[in-house]
């Protein structure tokens, strides 16, 4: 799995990369299977979905080899590495798992945009920490087809103008439990992106997205995976205002 020019570039102005088709069927339907099979022994208990929402379905999956697969067993991994660097990516061990149920009196207000990792009440980020990492890595496991089916939405090019703003002010203020999105103009409108199963994502970290609201018949499932260049530091919010640092796959084009 490369990465053409055309993709890095594509990397740099929208933030995000779709490859269709990259996740073979049968990782697929393997990592579907363990979702369906889970759900099917424990339910959802009405008092844990938010927490779910927030965090993962199926917390005891997120480190099993049919959800890890997705990413070590397929071209995800060598995709993370073209636009990271060889060897440069620390291998995940744990995943989130990530359902949206149909709603289908939700209407189509569009969605709200959010970066990760900030301190939410039911996302397990503790107050005066934010959880940042490089990119943002996604295996779809079922049809988006259409707008408003639980879709993955992306504000193209928001990473540059999240970065330029971090840069200007700082990041501390996000820090705090239930900080609001920064007072940020965003340079374009949402995009919900409409994928099959087996499409792949890699994304900023700082690329406002969202989900929008699943009006179909179907439940969205995807995989996420938060993946960190080698050299991160954790304790530093200095990469927020950095937006290149630990992309180096993508050197030649800057």
Known sequence: MTLSDDDRRTLED??????????????????????????????????????????????????????????????????????????????????????????????????????????????????????????????????????????????????????AHFASNGAASLARPDTPFPPVPLPEPPRQLTVTAGDALLAHYLLAHSVSANLGPHIRYAVFFRLFDDAHDAASTEALADLWRGWHGLAKLR
């Open 14 to 163: 929208s933030g995000y990369v779709l490859v269709r088709g990259l996740v073979a069927p049968e990782r697929v339907g393997a990592a579907l299977a363990a979702i369906n099979s889970s759900l099917g022994r424990n339910g959802l208990p009405p008092d844990a979905l938010p927490r779910m929402r927030a965090h993962t379905f199926c917390p005891e999956l997120v480190g099993d080899a049919a959800i890890l697969d997705l990413y070590r067993a397929t071209p995800m991994a060598a995709l993370a590495e073209a636009a990271l660097g060889s060897g440069r990516v620390r291998t995940p061990h744990d995943a989130q798992i990530a359902l949206v149920f149909p709603t289908p009196d939700a209407g189509r207000a569009p969605p709200r945009p959010h970066i990760d990792g900030l301190p939410r009440a039911q996302n397990g980020v503790a107050a005066g920490t934010i959880y940042h990492f490089t990119a943002l890595a996604a295996v779809f496991l079922s049809d988006a087809a259409v707008p408003f089916s639980g879709n993955f939405t992306v504000w193209p090019g928001s990473h540059r103008a999240l970065a």
